[in-house]
């Protein structure tokens, strides 16, 4: 579900009560399109996520750590002048609009209190945060500018005066009556759910199908009622975040009875959007920056197969091995019957009892012992060739599972452990080393995610191969339990310690599979065995083990088993 105006609003309503008479400690921009506002207020320290991201755009407060770049951005460093230290006067929406105010006072140059406005507009990829003087409506500055060139109705620059959003002239839900309700809609005119969201501001398409779903698809006056009483607990702040796990995963401030799945509720409607949105801005900025990357991979993957279909087609010509030393063995005990300019050679084949006579070509510019011997080399050619192409196909076979266990390292990975994995490549080759800067920085030991399972139980995903070696080889016990999907790319796992039983063992092996190949998959097969069992062959590449005296079980990932491993885990 889209951040609607009901959504805006009760995020607004939790702001008030936990952000109003806080002061603002620090600022922060992690990246281009995300500011997080570290605040103090009633003894409490809160964090709160001003997000302009095309695709994932809000505001809420988090619980979610962020890595911030050393040098900050200049928009981050004009907010740091203006607001920090200031305190937070008013939160409030516009309407029921996706368009919040956020005023925070502080003191000018001279030490005169001033107040600053922070307005965030949450409307897609035209999303943005911008600083305003409300005495004058100047734009200070925004975290996206937006020239003349880029459009000719609204610009958002430095040292103009703000403009609102243009109005999109719908009618207030909040102020409604009966009659004003149903003379917006049309009962012959189109599906009633998208005309409630053309008529009326701030609420989306969930909410627009919720009230449908209650007012018995259509019917005028039992359609009011549930439009009236959801506007009511809307009215009233009487909220009710939650996430619907089903086909597709939404969240919404209020209950959602019209769709089937499992339903999870939240006492905030923040904790909803940070469990909703956990890790995806990161990860759509993670594939974004992988693109090259993964295009290089796929590049290489491809070249491999290519390299390998060849070497096959070749292995098969090289079978006539056996035939030229045949060859060779026969003309040197024929010798006596073959003489220079001879074109073959008929004689007794002394290898097939069912073909008694053979005959063997010649080269006639050669005597006979130069023929024997120009089959004796054919016959060490092949072999070698034989040797060779076989060592060929099995290492680009080998070469290819490491870059396809690479791939699906890449397709959740953070940005700093998508970095990582590039370290990781250059080291072995495949990539060319970027040039970086030389700092005495001591190289950070690899942080494998930990979750805790049902039962209480440590459980620990390695994300890429460096976290998999260090996972595996080094920091589990012999007597902890290592798992892995069998003949499927995917990470290493390990359960900490003997003290679990199915649950865990299950849950472990979900996270396996989720962490794999086989993610879209059902009844993916995930091997378990001991620690100890699992050995790293020398020269192996980074993440490549051989185990034994494994078990199978077979599981389907579910992603909401992986939410709430994930909630209850310590990353």
């Not at 105006?5 to 922060?28: F, M, N, S």
Request: aromatic content about 6%.
């Amino acid at each position: 579900m889209s951040f609607d105006g009901i959504v805006a609003r009760a995020v607004v309503y939790e702001l008030r009560e936990a952000l109003i008479g806080g002061r603002v400690a620090k600022i922060y921009q992690p990246t281009e399109s995300e500011l997080i506002f570290h605040t103090r207020s009633g003894g409490a320290n809160r964090r709160l996520l001003l997000s302009a991201h095309p695709a994932y755009p809000r505001l809420h407060l988090t619980e979610t750590t962020t890595d911030n770049p050393l040098t900050p951005p200049m928009f981050c460093m004009l907010l740091r002048k203006h607001c920090e230290g200031g305190i937070i006067q008013d939160v409030r929406q516009i309407g029921l609009e996706r368009i919040i105010h956020i005023d925070i006072q502080g003191r000018d140059e001279l030490g005169f209190e001033v107040i600053r406005r922070l307005v965030v507009e949450i409307m897609g990829r035209h999303s943005n945060v911008i600083l305003l003087d409300p005495a004058s409506n100047k734009i200070l500055d925004s975290l996206r500018r937006v020239s003349p060139a880029m459009s000719r109705h609204r610009q958002v620059m430095p040292g103009i005066s703000y403009q609102s959003p243009p109005e999109q002239n719908k009618k207030d839900p909040l102020s409604i009556d009966r009659d004003g309700f149903l003379r917006c809609l049309s009962w012959n005119q189109g599906r009633l759910d998208k005309q409630i969201i053309q008529a009326f501001s701030g609420i989306g398409p969930q909410t627009a199908r919720e009230i449908l779903y209650r007012g018995g698809l259509g019917e005028k006056e039992r359609l009011w009622e549930a439009f009236n009483t959801i506007m009511d607990a809307v009215r009233e702040g009487k909220f009710h975040p939650s996430i619907v796990y089903g086909e597709k995963t939404v969240f919404s401030a209020l209950p959602l009875t019209h769709l089937q799945g499992e339903q999870r509720e939240f006492e905030r409607i923040s904790h909803c959007l940070d469990a909703f949105y956990h890790g995806k801005a990161e990860r759509d900025r993670a594939r974004q920056q992988n693109h090259d990357l993964i295009r290089n991979l796929k590049n290489a993957i491809d070249k491999n197969e290519n390299k390998r279909i060849k070497l096959k087609k070749e292995l098969t010509d090289t079978q006539k091995a056996d035939t030229y030393r045949i060859h060779g063995e026969l003309v040197t005990a024929s010798m006596h019957q073959v003489k220079r300019g001879d074109e073959s050679l008929r004689t007794i084949n002394y290898y097939d009892p069912e073909a008694p006579e053979i005959t063997i070509p010649l080269d006639p510019r050669l005597s006979p012992s130069e023929n024997a011997q120009r089959y004796f080399k054919l016959y060490n050619k092949a072999k070698a060739a034989r040797k060779w192409n076989r060592e060929q196909i099995d290492k680009t076979i080998r070469e290819n599972e490491y870059l396809e266990s690479v791939l699906v390292q890449l397709q959740d990975a953070t940005l700093k452990e998508s970095e990582e994995i590039r370290e990781e490549l250059e080291e072995q080759g495949w990539l060319k080393a970027k040039p970086r800067k030389k700092t005495k920085k001591k190289p950070e030991r690899p942080r494998p995610v930990s979750y805790r399972s049902s039962e209480g139980v440590t459980i620990l995903v390695g994300r890429n191969n460096k976290q998999n070696d260090y996972l595996t080889h080094r920091l589990a016990s012999s007597s902890d339990t290592w798992l892995h999907t069998k003949e499927i790319p995917g990470s290493h796992v390990v359960i900490r310690g003997k003290a679990f039983g199915e649950p865990t063992l299950y849950e472990a092996a979900m996270l396996a599979a989720w962490h794999s190949k086989g993610r879209e998959s059902s009844q993916v097969p995930v091997d378990f065995t001991l620690i100890r069992h699992v050995n790293k062959p020398s020269g192996a590449p980074p993440g490549f083990v051989t185990y034994e005296e494994q078990k199978t079980l077979f599981v389907t990932p579910d992603e909401h088993v992986i939410r709430k491993l994930e909630k209850n885990g310590e990353r």
